[in-house]
C-alpha cells in the first residue's frame, strides 16, 4: 500500500475516533449496464457480508434506455437494501456521481463502477485503511494491460500534463474506484461547480489519503460508454477546470511574438536604410500571415473554452435533475417502523 504524506497526529486521531460499526454505502453509477449489473450483485454482496457491517447500495440510473432500471427495482423489491436515485435524463457520469454522494447516508462511501473493472474484493482492505486512519483509500490501476494502446498513452499522458499544469497533486491512474469517510462526503457537498471534474476534486480536498494498487480486469459484459471524443472533453474539462495556466500561456506568447514582430521590424528599418528596398516575396508574406492567424483563433478558442465555463457557471443550474427515488423495500419498512415508534 502506498500512503501519501500526512502528518501522523490525524491520522492516529482519527484511528481511535473510528465507530466500530460505520454503515457503509455503495455508490455505483449505471447506464445501460444490463448485461452487467447481474455479474456487478453477484461478485459484491458476498464481500460486502463478508465485512460484517450494515450496507447499503446507491445505485444512480444515468438515463438508462434499457432493462437497467427494471432489474434494480426488482432487486431491491426482492429486499436489496439501497436505492435507486433515477435521473431525469442523461447528464454524464461525473454528474451521477454528485447525485449519489448527495443521497448517501452511511459513514463511508465506496465509490465503484459495475463493469467489474473495480475488484470488488479490494473494498475489505480499503477498509482496514480506513480503520488504520486513512480518509481516503483510492484504487490504483498498475495494470491496464485491458485497455488499448492508444488510451493508455493518452491516459499517461494527461495525467503527467494535468499534474504539472494544476496546482494539486492527483495521482495517476487512480480512477474513481475508492473508499472515502464522511468527511471527506461532506466535503466535496460544499463545493457548488457545475462543471465537474470529479477525479481533480477528490484530489483538491484532500485529507490523509492511501494507495491500493491493483491489476485492472476487462469489462465482465457489456460495452463501455466512453469513445475517444468522449474522453478528450473531460480531458478539457478536468484541465481548465484546475488551471488558468492556458490562459497565461497565450499571453507570454503573445508577448514573445510581439516582442519577435518589433525586432524584426527594426531589422526591416535597418536594413532598407543601408541596403535600399527589394520586394518582398509572395510565399513568406502568406506563411506569416497564415501563422499569426492561427495564433489569434487559438487565443481566441482558450479564451472562449473559459468563457463557455464562466456562461456554464453563472446560470445556475442544477448538476442533475432527479425524477424518481425506488427505496428497498427493507428501508421502507424499517424507516415506517421508526416513525411509529417515534409516534
Do not use: C
Not at 536594413?271 to 506569416?288: E, H, I, K, W
Amino acid at each position: 500500500m502506498n500512503q501519501t504524506a500526512a502528518s501522523k497526529i490525524y491520522v492516529s486521531r482519527r484511528e481511535t475516533a473510528r465507530p466500530a460499526d460505520p454503515l457503509l454505502s455503495v455508490i455505483v453509477p449505471v447506464f445501460n449496464e444490463e448485461d452487467v449489473i447481474g455479474h456487478f450483485l453477484d461478485a459484491t454482496q458476498p464481500i460486502l457480508e463478508k465485512t460484517g457491517l450494515a450496507y447499503e447500495y446507491v445505485f444512480i440510473d444515468d438515463g438508462s434506455r434499457d432493462s437497467t432500471a427494471d432489474y434494480l427495482s426488482e432487486k431491491l423489491k426482492n429486499g436489496l437494501p439501497g436505492r435507486l436515485l433515477g435521473l431525469s435524463r442523461n447528464f454524464g457520469k461525473e454528474a451521477a456521481l454528485s447525485a449519489g454522494l448527495e443521497a448517501v447516508r452511511g459513514d463511508i462511501a465506496v465509490i465503484m463502477d459495475a463493469d467489474l473493472q473495480d475488484p470488488p474484493e479490494l473494498i475489505l482492505q480499503m477498509l482496514d485503511g480506513w480503520r488504520a486512519g486513512y480518509d481516503v483509500i483510492y484504487g490504483l490501476r498498475v495494470d491496464r494491460s485491458s485497455d488499448t494502446v492508444l488510451k493508455r498513452s493518452t491516459a499517461n499522458m494527461f495525467y503527467k500534463l494535468f499534474n504539472k499544469l494544476a496546482n494539486i497533486d492527483m495521482p495517476a491512474n487512480a480512477g474513481d474506484y475508492r473508499l472515502i469517510d464522511r468527511t471527506v462526503i461532506d466535503a466535496l457537498l460544499r463545493l457548488p461547480e457545475r462543471n465537474r471534474f470529479m477525479k481533480g476534486l477528490f484530489a483538491w480536498v484532500g485529507f490523509p489519503a492511501m494507495a491500493i494498487p491493483y491489476e485492472r480486469p476487462a469489462r465482465k459484459a457489456g460495452d463501455g460508454k466512453f469513445n475517444y471524443w468522449k474522453l478528450w472533453n473531460f480531458a478539457l474539462d478536468g484541465l481548465t477546470g484546475f488551471t488558468t495556466l492556458p490562459l497565461r500561456v497565450w499571453f507570454y506568447g503573445g508577448a514573445a511574438i510581439s516582442f519577435g514582430a518589433f525586432a524584426y521590424a527594426i531589422y526591416l528599418t535597418v536594413r532598407t536604410s543601408l541596403f535600399g528596398a527589394d520586394l518582398p516575396g509572395y510565399a513568406s508574406l502568406m506563411v506569416a500571415l497564415l501563422f499569426f492567424s492561427g495564433v489569434q483563433l487559438l487565443s481566441i478558442g482558450m479564451i472562449g473554452e473559459y468563457i463557455a465555463r464562466l456562461f456554464n457557471e453563472a446560470k445556475q443550474r442544477p448538476v442533475y435533475i432527479l425524477q424518481d427515488v425506488i427505496e428497498s423495500e427493507k428501508q421502507e419498512e424499517a424507516e415506517t417502523g421508526k416513525e411509529t415508534h417515534a409516534g
